[in-house]
């Protein structure tokens, strides 16, 4: 367990770092212990130990929680036995993952689960690894934070480097880009800068928004493009938004980040969200109930990262408490959802009116109008109203069918009756504990 935290915060710490800094201080630590949100690393040194805690705590305690999933401490001690050997050990490991030029081998096609919301990004990252510079050109990958878009771009450059061994293959982010790009201008080099880019035959580049305002840069990667363009060798781009609406960039390169094809990676949709939680559980080794499995799917799902850091916790907390994982696990282990911190849905204030009332939901978002479903109607359209930033004209539609003017006329009449009716005021708290509002 500890173990798989921490390769997944040295992944983030390695782009983060430079070079020479991860070897020296984050490659030789060890993780030893994972409990209770601490993480506990070995250092070689005393020395090792002081100077981490002086320049690189923040930033590995950081790494530590995206990879947890939350809040995480690390606890640094020293562990002399690492010195010698595991130094010596942990570089040709390094190696080895950097061997398709930073793509962590882990991020492939195959263990990419695809739907609807990312079909058309899976399909053209595909295609350019059968026919690299041929049809889409540059693809552009734009979307959310944690969708997809890293592992898509390792999985069509480690498929270009396998399919092609011939053909260089720089896959790296648009910050090591730059930072390059500035060691090449203070050490006076950039004619080599300028041929190591233009002589190869893809170039991969991860988070591109981080050329924002940066203009020296921008010119330079935009002679990069044209150059690596116009003789059809290919480009794949990710970014967190579409071109044309990336601040910062010029428009020129704006318009040629265009020029091809443009795929959107979007938030799991409902069907894909059951397939990633089957997936990503199985990957752990973490076995669910069916009741657990669409938990997991409608809460912790709205991106993957999210649901990661989910499972990963989920599993740490029935290890190390020994017990099954079951719902009532799963939620200590997690806290309230993001979805149930976000405030209640309309759907779910529907389903728990219907409860407390005893009604039937197809009653309740049906068109019938029987006094007996007037006041819990009412209710939910008052609680929606209270709880949730949805429109009224589409709270109305979710209750009868009932339009704007309407859903305003039911809030008046449940504010006047609240006044004198206890029962209802009695209604009104139990549900709003309920709901967590
Ligand atoms: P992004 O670059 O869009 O922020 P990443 O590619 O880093 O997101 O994805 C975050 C995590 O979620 C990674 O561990 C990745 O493997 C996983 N992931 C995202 N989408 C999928 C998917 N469709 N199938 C399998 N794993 C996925
Ligand atoms: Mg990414």
Redesign the pocket.
Known sequence: MSDTIWVEARRRLRSELLDKDYDTWIAPLRAARWSADTLTLEAPSGIARDWLRQHFLPAVERAVSEASGGRATVLLLVNRELSVPARAGALPARRAERATNGAPAR?TFD????GEA?RVAYGAARAVVAQPGARFNPLFLC??????????LSAVAAGLAHARPLGTVVCLTAENFVNEMIAALEARRMERFRRKFRGIQTLVV?DIQFLAEKRRSQEEFSHTFNALHESARQIVI?SDRAPHDLPGIGEALRFRFASGLLAY?KPPDPALRPA?VE??ASALGVSLTPEVASYLAEEWCAN??EL?GALTRVEAYASLSGRSVDLALVREALGPSPVARRGPTVQRIIGEVCQHYQVARDELSGPRRTARLAVPRHLAMYLCRQHTDVPLARIGAELGGRDHSTVVHALGAIERRLEKDATLREAVSLLRARLGA
């Open positions: 991020y263990n990419f689960v695809v990312n979307g959310g934070c944690g969708l997809g878009k890293t592992h898509l991860d990710a990676v990633l997936r990503k993957v990262r990661e």
